[in-house]
């Protein structure tokens, strides 16, 4: 469509744009729908995105297919997306690095409040501070000031700059003036599997990908990110609690489509959103994993749009005060 558009010329183009989406508007979904994931399969976004996407599928009588493309802290999958055709076919499953992306990349690939439509907020996931099961500090303090004290040797792992643990990293190193060395992965699903193997030592990563290991003692856990404790990790201080005043962050996500889908796709999209959040399948595993679904009223196109919008602001300042950028 788009090589289409442009042989066409701009007037040309937009009539058949009108023309083919207002009949796909009608009978959507009529194919399989792509939702992208920016960051690799096994970890917290991948967690969320099938979970949701499996549901949605029942619900809009079409497969929604997860593709993993990470890399760049979510920026390439996003950049996926934003070049996609405005037809519903393709969406995107990302979250507060959709916001934090755009101060912290000098160049990207898109225009982050004009390359995409909003269908609605998923979910607002903590994030803990966890390590490697033999790392010898046993509580906040303690890897405090071991950090502090090794710091030429301790490694964080994160999925790249623009990632919600890259930015969980950056508020620790922040919090306790100390750089540390750190490790980029394509997702925070293949950093586990290191921290597990023990070739990094820290990482601050979300509940929908620590919970189970913190449970099953193949982690060591020291703070959740979240205002009070969580149901599902009682055992674990907040990271204020333990001596971070101000150590607060939630991992938001929201679906998008790209710039130019039709508003009544968005809309049969959000629908169907609400109603794969109210699954109680869905409901019962974010609620294992130590996350809430959205509510219905988040769970549509201006809720997502406003968030997004007051996250980038709420960032940029944090971000350009840590002065760390890509290119
Ligand atoms: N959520 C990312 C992932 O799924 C990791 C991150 O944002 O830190 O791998």
């Known amino acids: 469509m788009k090589i289409l558009k442009a042989m066409l010329g701009a007037t040309a183009a937009a009539a058949v744009s009108l023309l083919s989406y207002a009949a796909s508007a009608q009978t959507y979904p009529e194919r399989t729908i792509t939702m992208v994931v920016p960051f690799a399969a096994g970890g917290p976004t991948d967690t ?22 990470g890399g760049a802290g979510g920026t390439l999958g996003a950049g996926r997306v934003a070049d996609a055709d405005p037809d519903g076919y393709t969406i995107l499953l990302h979250h507060i690095g959709m916001a934090t992306s755009a101060t912290l990349y000098r160049k990207l690939a898109y225009d982050t409040l004009n390359a995409f439509e909003y269908v609605g907020l998923v979910t607002d996931v903590p994030m803990t501070i966890v390590a490697r099961k033999d790392f010898e500090p046993t509580d906040l303090k303690g890897l405090v000031e071991y950090v502090k004290a090794n710091k030429d040797k301790v490694t964080v792992a994160n999925a790249g700059i623009g990632a919600a643990s890259h930015l969980c990293g950056m508020m620790f190193m922040s919090a306790i003036q100390t750089p540390l060395t750190t490790v980029p992965y394509k997702g925070t699903g293949p950093a586990m599997t290191d921290l597990l193997g023990g070739q990094v030592d820290i990482m601050c990563d ?53 710039k130019g889908t039709p508003a009544d796709i968005n809309e049969r999209l959000s629908k169907s959103l609400q109603i794969a959040l109210k699954d109680q399948n869905v409901a019962a595993r974010f609620a294992e994993l130590g996350t809430v679904p959205s509510s219905d009223a988040d769970a549509t196109p201006a809720a997502l749009k406003t968030k997004l919008e007051s996250e980038i602001a709420r960032w940029k300042p944090v971000i350009e005060a840590a002065g760390e950028y890509a290119d």
């Open 48 to 69: 969320v995105a099938r979970l949701v996407a499996e549901s949605m599928s029942k619900d809009l009588g079409q497969q929604i297919v997860v593709e993993n493309v």
């Open 206 to 258: 979300q509940t929908t990908n620590t919970t189970k290991q913190i449970q099953g003692g193949t982690i060591k856990a020291y703070a959740v990110t979240s205002p009070a404790r969580l149901d599902v990790l009682k055992d674990i201080p907040t990271a204020v609690e333990a001596g971070l005043p101000g150590f607060e962050v939630g991992i938001w996500h929201g679906i998008y489509t790209p």
